[in-house]
């Protein structure tokens, strides 16, 4: 194994003080883009692998591994704040670093200029093109998405709209859409209070009041980012409206109470069933911090949200069905003949496990798990079909613009998996290279391709209340391989808490000298890299080639001796578990936190 240090670039997270969770938190195989301990995949099964060996083949040689640089900055220019956060347990999503790098610059080498222009091409086609490109279609006071092929305005597509427009910070369209879907959609009384009717015609009238879930989610998720984002109460009293009756409404419940799982559409036996693509969990986990009602429940849907999407990846094809019962399986109606097959829904799941991957990472293991099973499943068919029986078989029609998108975010959960380099890049650049739709059909691909592009670009964040921001100095001028001057103001993240950190390189600040200075002395390595010696008795947390490494006022330091348990390769000793999963000559190794540890007894 191989295993690239990444001391100097952890330095300012500052995640100290909560609970060195290696490998959920920091996660060294895949949230910081490194091989690390992943090329011994701790979960077994079939790794992929490169173009020529599906079957988990591997070239060390031919693995490039990269360096993870921690972010400066948390908020955008308006003062939003996307940045770091602290639970109990903090795992590896960038709700708990607040790093939001597309993999398009780190494996595709795309310049931030180049990134800014994809932004700007995918928002002029979608919202300013000419008839044949927009699907936005702008009313004054108001203004709809249009499903172009159906001629109608659906939920769903007001409910993307909002997304993109809140991500992409263009709050005047944001408006436009909120007032039409409020005008014409929204029910504020009645035995659909608070749901919105799931389709339209473009005069506002007609259509279907009942509801379809996927516009509910993006609605509420929508209106929260939006409030955070431009800190406007208007937007968080619509969207506390809807959470409250997601669960209150006396005849409607949109998440099943017996199972916790989102509904095809929450009536009559519609109720009884789910659509895997409705399940979005990254967004019932943000529902469970920021609801003001109902706080347990949407915790309870949150996991139970994850195990469905689980359960409902085939085993071996990684695909999903398009509607299915509870425990995933298939499930089938009278008026869709293709409701058990990975047909237009379905292909949305992909988005999803990838979206709650990157922003969380709460449930990695699994989802890595299933990425891995799709994206074999794909690259099997040489990326040729889009619709499929659930079991991969009866590959039919041409793979999709939307299908592109999608499956390129589930491959976050592949990031520094070995065997995959190559076929991540391949799917990042078929995302790229991908021309925004134009005719009759431009409106779902086209949405889908253009929402996991955001997610893609690094420019779907979560936009969080404004936090509490402290002011302090710090004395190094190279923070994360970046030379500042004296004067400039980076964003900190230490200890669970955030700082307006001015740069003056003649003070000795709280946060870069420790505490109680080392009587003993450390590696020379470690110091002439400009890192100090620890106290005396200071824990081991990580050894090298360069000595020592321990942790004190949120900073890495030289640790003069081991006065604990040494791990190796970056991971961690084992604290209870004993199970051997594999065993090299550096020892035995276990599994703890969803990563490698190392048994010393």
């Given at each position: 194994m191989y295993y690239t240090k990444v001391v100097q670039l952890l330095v300012t997270v500052g995640f100290v003080s909560a609970q060195w969770d290696w490998g959920n938190q920091w996660n060294w195989g895949n949230q910081w883009g490194n091989n690390g301990g992943n090329q011994m995949d701790p979960w077994g099964g079939n790794n992929g692998g490169n173009n020529n060996n599906n079957n988990g083949g591997y070239d060390d040689d031919t693995y490039v591994e990269r360096e993870k640089v921690t972010p400066t900055q948390f908020f955008d220019e308006n003062g939003a704040y996307f940045g770091p956060d602290c639970d109990s347990t903090n795992y590896s999503g960038a709700y708990y670093t607040g790093d939001y790098t597309s993999p398009f610059k780190t494996y595709l080498g795309k310049t931030d200029e180049e990134i800014q222009k994809k932004l700007d091409e995918l928002w002029n086609h979608y919202f300013k093109g000419d008839n044949n490109s927009k699907v936005f279609y702008d009313q004054g006071n108001e203004g709809y998405i249009l499903d172009v092929n159906n001629n109608d305005v659906r939920s769903e597509g007001m409910s993307y709209g909002m997304m993109i427009a809140v991500q992409t910070d263009h709050q005047k369209e944001f408006d436009k859409l909120w007032n039409w879907a409020k005008n014409h959609m929204w029910h504020k009384s009645g035995s659909w209070d608070g749901y919105f009717a799931w389709k339209r015609g473009s005069n506002g009238s007609g259509g279907d009041d009942n509801c379809a879930p996927d516009g509910e989610m993006y609605f509420m998720m929508s209106l929260l980012f939006a409030a955070n984002r431009w800190n406007d109460k208007k937007y968080m009293d619509d969207a506390q409206y809807i959470l409250k009756r997601m669960w209150d409404n006396s005849q409607h419940s949109l998440f099943n109470p017996a199972y916790n799982v989102i509904t095809f559409q929450p009536q009559g036996n519609e109720n009884n069933f789910s659509d895997p693509s409705y399940d979005l969990p990254a967004f019932v986990d943000l529902f469970s911090r920021w609801s003001t009602t109902n706080q347990n429940k949407w915790k309870a849907a949150a996991s139970a949200t994850r195990d469905h999407l689980y359960k409902s990846s085939n085993p071996q094809s990684g695909l999903f069905s398009d509607y299915n019962n509870f425990d995933g399986t298939p499930h089938s109606v009278s008026y869709n003949s293709n409701a058990q097959k990975y047909m237009y829904d379905a292909m949305r799941c992909a988005m999803n496990f990838g979206m709650d991957y990157y922003l969380f990472g709460t449930d990695a293991k699994r989802q890595t798990e299933m990425a891995k099973r799709i994206i074999n499943h794909f690259e099997k068919d040489g990326y040729?079909?889009?619709?499929?029986?659930?079991?991969?078989?009866?590959?039919?029609?041409?793979?999709?613009?939307?299908?592109?998108?999608?499956?390129?975010?589930?491959?976050?959960?592949?990031?520094?998996?070995?065997?995959?380099?190559?076929?991540?890049?391949?799917?990042?650049?078929?995302?790229?290279?991908?021309?925004?739709?134009?005719?009759?059909?431009?409106?779902?691909?086209?949405?889908?391709?253009?929402?996991?592009?955001?997610?893609?670009?690094?420019?779907f964040k979560i936009w969080k209340p404004a936090p509490s921001v402290q002011q302090k100095e710090i004395s190094q001028t190279t923070v994360n391989g970046v030379t500042y001057k004296n004067g400039d103001v980076i964003d900190l993240f230490e200890n669970c808490k955030l700082y307006k950190a001015t740069i003056n390189a003649g003070s000795s600040s709280q946060g870069t000298t420790p505490s109680n200075p080392s009587t003993g002395k450390c590696s020379s390595k470690i110091t002439s890299q400009g890192y100090q010696c620890c106290s005396d008795n200071c824990e081991v947390i990580y050894t090298d080639a360069d000595g020592n490494w321990g942790v004190e006022n949120g900073e890495w330091c030289g640790c003069a001796k081991a006065t604990s348990c040494i791990g190796a390769q970056g991971y961690p000793c084992c604290q209870s578990s004993t199970e051997v999963y594999f065993e090299d000559s550096d020892g035995k190794w276990s599994v703890e936190n969803n990563d490698w540890c190392i048994i010393r007894n």
């Open positions: 040729q079909h889009a619709r499929f029986n659930w079991d991969g078989t009866g590959g039919s029609e041409q793979y999709t613009l939307g299908e592109t998108g999608a499956n390129a975010v589930a491959t976050y959960a592949l990031m520094g998996i070995a065997g995959y380099e190559d076929i991540i890049k391949k799917n990042l650049k078929m995302a790229w290279d991908g021309k925004p739709m134009t005719g009759q059909y431009r409106y779902y691909d086209g949405l889908v391709h253009y929402l996991s592009m955001l997610h893609l670009l690094g420019s």
